[in-house]
């Protein structure tokens, strides 16, 4: 394809600022609160991506579940938090990406008041499943703020 050559898309160009949007509840988690960044609607709903950031401390956190999703990372972009994934525990830092596989059964139970990730989902009506039957497994409890 040379310079003059036009490339066509099914997505839209997108640039979202700031003061464009604003954090809301009424995400995935009434504990958080989600930023959207104009992912969703450039894309046809084929991928999502929200600034997710901590309002209320972690008292239950999400209990065990998976999402139905092709393509999910998480990049903590402030703060901390901790994760069981399947029977691990995993602290997930500022800096950090973390892809969550398809499929992966988790547990977030744990965060820092500061806690600020960069959530990237494909498609971007994923879904989230509960899984009962993980009782034996030992989450370790939350931090107090």
Known sequence: MNAVEKFESSTLFSHVKPQDTRYLPGGLRDF???RDLGISKATGGKVIAHL???????????????HVA?????????????????????????G???????????YLF???PDMEYLEIVGPADF???AVAG????RVPPPTPW
């Not at 901590?54 to 239950?60: F, G, K, Q, T």
């Not at 950090?96 to 988790?106: K, L």
Request: aromatic letters at 14%; charged letters at 20%; proline letters at 5%.
């Open 70 to 94: 092709e393509f999910q990372i998480v990049i903590m972009m402030s703060g901390w938090a901790r994760f069981m994934y399947e029977d691990k525990v995993t602290r997930v830092s500022a």
């Open 32 to 34: 958080f609160l989600y």
């Open 52 to 66: 997710v950031k901590a309002l209320n401390p972690p008292d239950e956190g999400t209990g065990w579940h998976y």
């Open 134 to 137: 993980r009782e034996h497994i």
């Open 96 to 106: 950090d990406c973390v892809h969550q596989r398809p499929g992966i059964v988790h």
């Open 127 to 129: 879904a989230s499943v």
């Open 110 to 112: 744990d965060y820092s």
